[in-house]
């Protein structure tokens, strides 16, 4: 009978001991996990996006109307400046 108490004793000891070793391994799985998602998170923000979006072409809308405004645009006349209008002194 004591034979058989020690050995369950024995037992849950070694599982005891399982388990606190499996613990680190379980660790070390989900670490390198997060660090390949990582890894592949840091390189697909690297890559122009597949398509374009919304924002995109509306920035390229702006950018396009902006250019022909600044292309068209005169400074004005200013009369009290040299060289700052059509009556320069």
């Known amino acids: 009978m004591e034979v058989i108490l020690l050995l369950q004793k024995n037992l849950r000891l070694a599982s005891a001991q399982k388990s606190v070793l499996q613990r680190p391994n379980m660790a070390y799985k989900i670490s390198s996990v997060l660090f390949i998602l990582f890894l592949l998170l840091s390189f697909s923000l690297l890559l122009p996006p597949s398509s374009p979006t919304n924002t995109h072409l ?23 400046h040299p060289g700052g209008g059509q009556n320069a002194r």
């Open 58 to 80: 509306m920035v390229q809308k702006i950018n396009e109307v902006i250019r022909r405004n600044l292309i068209g645009a005169k400074p004005p006349p200013n009369d009290h």
